[in-house]
């Protein structure tokens, strides 16, 4: 995928320094070239993405992606397939990666710290203000990507405070296979899925602990994607 987008990078790279000025450019402007970017670079690479459950996505802005987590194509897979603009929540050690950083400063991307639990609290404070007013996020709820294929870890309770301060809409993703463009070290063509799954909304969650719904979260992704896979609950 790299040798596909070299040529290609020194001029993403320079647009995508300027788009970084979120005081000149909005949102839809910047988000619609990272988009332009995502859709080129999948399209010149050995990648097929299946996409489901478009219409699962509520109307509203301001609501909250939560998926599984694979890797660095996970994020490519969100900008791929969702036309509003969005933005997202990324580790601090993705922003090392000079083009991710450029893409990062695009969105307006929140950088939590996973060692400081003050720090990431003050993000997720300030996720949800962003919330509040329209923004939608991508967060991963498992905190770190899984190493273990589509097996995923369990979800931290703390990701979703800013659904349930805002009352806004949760909706899981199940993302499969999102590891092999990356990380599976082969030049093989390969497909990854993406699976939009209906909303929690304020009203079906409001009497649960952030554990609760974490725990529902990361139970219906892992079954949506073992159904997906034809892996039967005995397996």
Request: glycine share 4%; net charge positive; with cysteine.
């Amino acid at each position: 995928m790299f040798i596909c987008w070299l040529p290609f990078v020194p001029f993403w790279y320079i647009k995508l320094r300027r788009l970084g000025n979120t005081q000149k450019y909005d949102a839809k402007t910047r988000y619609d070239y990272v988009r332009m970017i995502c859709k080129r670079a999948i399209q010149v690479s050995r990648v097929n993405v299946v996409c489901t459950g478009l219409e699962n996505i509520p109307k509203e802005p301001g609501y909250v992606f939560f998926p599984n987590h694979q890797g660095l194509f996970d994020s490519l897979l969100f900008i791929y397939t969702h036309e509003a603009p969005l933005s997202v929540v990324t580790k601090t050690e993705a922003r090392n990666i000079r083009l991710l950083r450029r893409v990062f400063d695009a969105l307006d991307a929140l950088t939590i710290n996973r060692d400081d639990v003050r720090e990431s609290m003050k993000v997720i404070i300030q996720m949800a203000e962003n919330v509040s007013k329209g923004t939608n996020y991508v967060i991963f709820p498992e905190g770190t990507r899984s190493r273990n294929g589509n097996n995923l870890l369990p979800f931290k309770g703390g990701s979703f405070k800013a659904s349930t301060k805002t009352k806004t809409p949760i909706v899981p993703v199940a993302i499969i296979d999102s590891y092999k463009p990356f990380d599976s070290n082969n030049i093989k063509k390969c497909t990854v899925q993406i699976h939009y799954m209906k909303p929690l909304y304020y009203e079906d969650y409001k009497d649960m602990k952030t554990t609760e719904i974490a725990e529902l979260v990361h139970d219906m992704i892992q079954e949506r994607i073992n159904t997906e896979l034809g892996i039967s609950k005995n397996s």
